[in-house]
């Protein structure tokens, strides 16, 4: 071997030692030194956690604002169909003139009243109240308690006024409903608010998975804009390192036209990874109801296990869990109210009334007169063109459809769950088959350098395997992401 190619195979090991050193995380940092940044540079974004976006989102987010308004409709649905079924207290009042005979006024009669002329005609005070429970029929109500007080002033001095007290009750024995129509509608409210509560808590779930995607593609985004950049820095120093023995007429035109595409491949990877964290970026802010164009970067976030060991416990826990089969047999609840109340038309209505009036006549010596009654009244229906029968097979058959729909749901969601246990499984699987991919290329990378330092591997061979380890981190990456979706997707599927 000549002394003129032991220089040319000292110069290339030296070339190369220098890019490595280049390339050494100790030397990058001292190069990006944060002290000597200049003045004027854009500020750092804030790193902002997961939890932060929940909050923002929760707080600001109209979706949410609106299923909270149909909840607080249902709720006061419930305080009002509730207020039916307690006691209620109401007073009235009124005052009276008619003539003599009981007619109204006549104009003469009238024009005496304005003279402050009293004669002729006869004045009434009447006070009432009543206490009353159930309602759902103002006109029948379940229980009524009355007390009436009439005072009567007489049209001439010879006759005599008159005090009238009436004490009157009602109360519905059966009206085909046990505790009483207004309590089937005082329970169909509760199961009423009862779906709007689930709703509500699954819209807010819904919102919460929909902002855990958003952060976690953003967070990749961050990842795979890091990664590039680091593959970027590898790829011009390789191509400056070829450039170089290019020069020196120990490359073809061939390694160096692979270097160049390698880092243009790769300063086209950073734009895109650039878009796509901006994008990313947007969406996110979106979401938390921030300004779209707000500047901010997201913290890391520890790789979570799988929610269940086992495939028999996450498919127990989404058949407890999921929203779909509480509002199925709430709606079955619903119809069982219905249908009893359609039987309950076919049966008698019994009620009881009874009353008390006692009049009181202020002569001298006062006299008073008194009468008292009870009653009972049965209402039975003989013919309604079967209308009774009709809404009773219909409710019969909504609670078939609930029950057949409760069967498909349970099958449904325990094929959602399969499906998403085993690609969280997988995934799984994949990211550690990634990392393990991710440091042979490393470790290959690294090998063939020094053997292309000693002349024992083509550039070719550097190139190549330069671009496999690039890939493979990049792959890495993405494998992290992806379990990490996947996870989000076996949670909803299991209605966590």
């Known amino acids: 071997m000549n002394a003129t190619m032991v220089d040319r195979k000292r110069f290339r090991l030296a070339a190369v030692l220098a890019t490595t050193l280049a390339l050494l995380p100790g030397q990058a940092a001292d190069a990006q030194d944060s002290s000597t940044a200049p003045t004027g540079a854009p500020p750092i974004p804030v790193t902002m956690t997961l939890q932060d976006f929940i909050d923002a989102a929760v707080k600001n987010g109209d979706e949410l604002r609106i299923v909270e308004g149909n909840l607080a409709a249902a709720r006061a649905q419930y305080r009002l169909a509730a207020s039916k079924d307690a006691l209620s207290l109401s007073a009235a009042g009124s005052y009276g003139l008619t003539d003599g005979i009981g007619s109204e006024l006549s104009f003469s009669s009238v024009r005496s009243l304005l003279g402050g002329a009293y004669q002729g005609i006869a004045q009434s005070i009447q006070g009432s109240l009543s206490l009353v429970q159930g309602t759902q029929s103002a006109s029948n109500p379940n229980t009524k308690i009355g007390l009436t007080l009439t005072q009567n002033f007489p049209a001439s001095s010879s006759s005599l006024a008159n005090t009238v007290i009436g004490i009157s009750a009602s109360q519905s024995i059966w009206d085909g409903y046990p505790g009483g129509q207004t309590r089937a509608a005082v329970e169909k409210s509760i199961i009423a608010l009862r779906s709007k509560e689930i709703s509500t808590a699954q819209s807010r779930s819904l919102i919460v998975l929909n902002v855990k995607k958003a952060y976690i593609t953003m967070l990749s985004a961050q990842r795979t804009l890091t990664t590039r950049l680091g593959i970027l820095d590898k790829q011009n120093a390789l191509q400056k390192q070829v450039a170089a023995i290019f020069d020196l007429r120990q490359a073809s035109s061939v390694d160096l036209q692979n270097a160049i595409i390698n880092a243009k ?50 498919i127990a826990v989404g058949l407890d869990k999921r929203p779909e089969l509480g509002l199925a047999e709430l709606n079955k609840k619903s119809t069982a109210i219905d249908l009893d109340l359609a039987k309950g038309q076919a049966n008698a209505n019994v009620s009881v009334t009874g009353g008390l009036n006692l009049a009181v006549i202020w002569s001298q010596p006062a006299t008073n007169a008194g009468s008292a009654n009870l009653g009972l009244k049965v209402g039975l229906p003989f013919f309604d063109a079967g209308a009774t029968n009709a809404l009773v097979d219909s409710n019969l058959a909504l609670m078939g459809v609930y029950d057949t729909q409760k069967r498909q749901l349970a099958k449904s969601i325990a094929a959602d769950i399969r499906d998403a246990f085993w690609m969280a499984s997988i995934q799984s699987e994949k990211v550690d088959l990634a990392r393990q991919s991710a440091d042979l290329y490393s470790t290959k990378l690294a090998i063939v350098k020094a053997q292309n330092s000693f002349g024992t591997a083509s550039l070719q061979d550097l190139l190549s395997t330069s671009v496999d380890a690039a890939n493979a981190e990049a792959s890495f990456a993405t494998a992290k992401s992806s379990y990490l979706l996947a996870v989000l997707a076996l949670e909803a599927s299991m209605g966590l």
Do not use: I, Y
């Open 265 to 314: 491949t790769a300063s086209l990877d950073v734009e895109t990874a650039k878009h796509d964290l901006s994008l990313a970026r947007q969406r996110l802010a979106n979401l938390a109801g921030m300004d779209s164009a707000s500047d901010f970067s997201v913290a890391e976030t520890s790789v979570p296990g799988l929610p269940a060991t086992t495939l028999e416990e996450a």
